[in-house]
């Protein structure tokens, strides 16, 4: 394990520059350097003192699994959810995307119906139009889109996906947070 290379990946996750890091563990830039780069090694107390700063627990920090990443999710892992008898379909294109910070999906969308109303938070949302005609309403406002346009929005307003048309509508969603 490369421990070096974690604190300065969890680091950098956080926008934190070497200085910055130093400044918040009474550290210096130099010093923090060096551990990024395997030179010396931190006591126990520093070492978790660097990673409360940088928002992480030992236990996750030693957790391999963690820090994999994933490129690619067969056709058969995504999880769908079929409620196209009450006006939408489901379709999670990454297994568990809801522990991550995004969670991609696609929605189809009956002629008439709509997806839940969301109250507003802190996510930020991308709706890519896959097929048909999309209408979202942000507060008060309706937006449409067509096939190969998009939304992009703080979702700090409530906020709803519905198709008006007569056709179906399949949206690409990939949302922040907690937007499904």
Known sequence: MDIGKKIKDLRRQKNLTQEEL???????KGYISQLERNLCSPSMETFFNILEVLGSEPKDFFNEKLFDQRIYYPVEEHTIYDEYDNGYLLKWL?????????????ITLKPGCEYK????SMSESFIYVLEGVASLRIGKKIYKANASESFYFKANESHQLFNDTKEDVRVLIVATESYL
């Open 22 to 28: 130093g400044e918040r563990t009474d550290l210096s």
């Open 94 to 106: 990454v297994p568990d995307s809801n522990e991550y910070d995004m969670e991609p999906v696609i």
């Open 117 to 120: 109303k969301f109250e507003p």
